[in-house]
């Protein structure tokens, strides 16, 4: 009985972390509006410097792979990274096309999250504490510049 329950447990373990990294990331934005406005969803660009920037990395280890965040994410988002690595290779065309979304969002900073409606226009920057944010909490300032986009 004791061995089932060991099991059950470790089967829910793992399919819950199976649900919280089902998030995919694009880094195609304009392939990513063309997605979100066919299914009516927001776009989220995450401005990340993925290996470097501490809050970055705890963003993603902990708030975008958390189930409510995934669940949130699969319901209402189009993620996009925008990534600027310091040692990691990236081929140059998306170098290049990072290197303008980060001129045209005008990013100083990051992480920088933006979110874009699913007309594809800017909605605002996604406010939050960069040392203790939660996925909740996240999830609660998307929700608060998506307001005034909900149909």
Same mark, same amino acid.
């Given at each position: ?18 649900i ?58 189009i !993620?996009? #990274? %925008?990534? /600027? ?10 170098? &290049? *096309?990072n =290197?303008? $979304? ?20 800017? !909605?605002? #920057? %996604?406010? /939050?504490?960069l ?8 999830? &609660? *300032?998307? =929700?608060? $510049? ?6």
């Amino acid at each position: 009985m004791r061995k089932r329950l060991l099991s059950l447990a470790a089967t829910l373990v793992l399919f819950q972390t199976v649900i919280a990294a089902d998030s995919t990331w694009l880094t195609d934005l304009p392939k990513a509006k063309q997605q979100a406005k066919a299914e009516g969803k927001l776009v989220l660009l995450d401005f990340t410097g993925s290996d470097f920037c501490s809050s970055c990395i705890r963003l993603h280890k902990e708030v975008f792979p958390a189930k409510e965040f995934a669940a949130f994410a699969k319901q209402r988002l189009i !993620l996009v #990274e %925008v990534d /600027f690595p310091l040692k990691k290779k990236q081929p140059a065309a998306l170098k &290049a *096309a990072n =290197e303008a $979304l980060s001129k045209e969002f005008k990013v100083d900073g990051y992480p920088t999250l933006i979110l874009l409606g699913s007309d594809g226009k800017k !909605l605002g #920057e %996604v406010e /939050f504490d960069l040392f203790d944010a939660s996925a909740k909490d996240v999830i &609660a *300032a998307i =929700e608060k $510049l998506a307001k005034p986009a909900k149909p």
